[in-house]
């Protein structure tokens, strides 16, 4: 590649005044090192070269004023090309441009501006116009800053609104996690109380168990107690035992009375009368029913004949 200094010698030499001629060098790339060793050289032409690209250390070279970059193939100018503040002048006639940097709207002091024959996005090339004087070179610039200021401004509100959904999604999956982990936590919490239950109700299980299994020992170990001599329990006193014995007294005095009212029925005179007619009654038929039973009949057999 062949830069200004092996082409022409050093680039002190080709300074006058405050202008610095490196056209017609055919350039492949810019000497950006040693023009920034000349901030005198406010006025810079790279014209008629064969750039194709600017680095962007060049846009470091806030010193120029006026440049001309005409009749290049530049395709790009780098994105913070708008860091050229002091620029007032600039012709990018005749190269491959189809776009200019967003931050071609901080150019706020650039006054002339000449974009013929590139071929320019139609939104662009409508608003940049021709630049056939110096009017129209001049209303080029003025034109071209404004539609970039605007595109910077859409770009920016676009740039907010992205902001913002990230921000508001941020928001949602913050809010999102910290439902998970309550919810993770709560259901930790559950299971925590789960198994305190199922270990209570466990060892309630188990306690009752060896209660149980202590009884059959307590009572096997009273028993050989009672057989070493041990005065034995008294039963415990029958309740009640004085009502059975007037019960007992009272139902025998109902029998002997039945008994003797059917021995006068049977025996004595009173056998006529009407009651002892039915007594008597009752009476046969209830021997004939007991008759038909070999056992009682033999029994009353053997009474009949003694």
Known sequence: MTKAGSKGGNLRDKLDGNELDLSLSDLNEVPVKELAALPKATILDLSCNKLTTLPSDFCGLTHLVKLDLSKNKLQQLPADFGRLVNLQHLDLLNNKLVTLPVSFAQLKNL???????????PVLAKVAGDCLDEKQCKQCANKVLQHMKAVQADQERERQRRLEVEQAEKKREAKQRAKEAQERELRKREKAEEKERRRKEYDALKAAKREQEKKPKKE???APKSKSGSRPRKPPPRKHTRSWAVLKLLLLLLLFGVAGGLVACRVTELQQQPLCTS???IYDNAVQG???????????????QQ
């Not at 006054?111 to 996005?121: A, G, I, M, V």
């Not at 007991?290 to 009949?304: F, G």
């Open 290 to 304: 007991l008759r038909r039973h070999e056992i009682l009949q033999w029994v009353l057999q053997t009474d009949s």
């Open 220 to 222: 096997a170990n009273q």
């Open 279 to 281: 007594v008597n009654t």
């Open 111 to 121: 006054k002339w501006l000449d974009l013929k024959d590139n071929p320019l996005d």
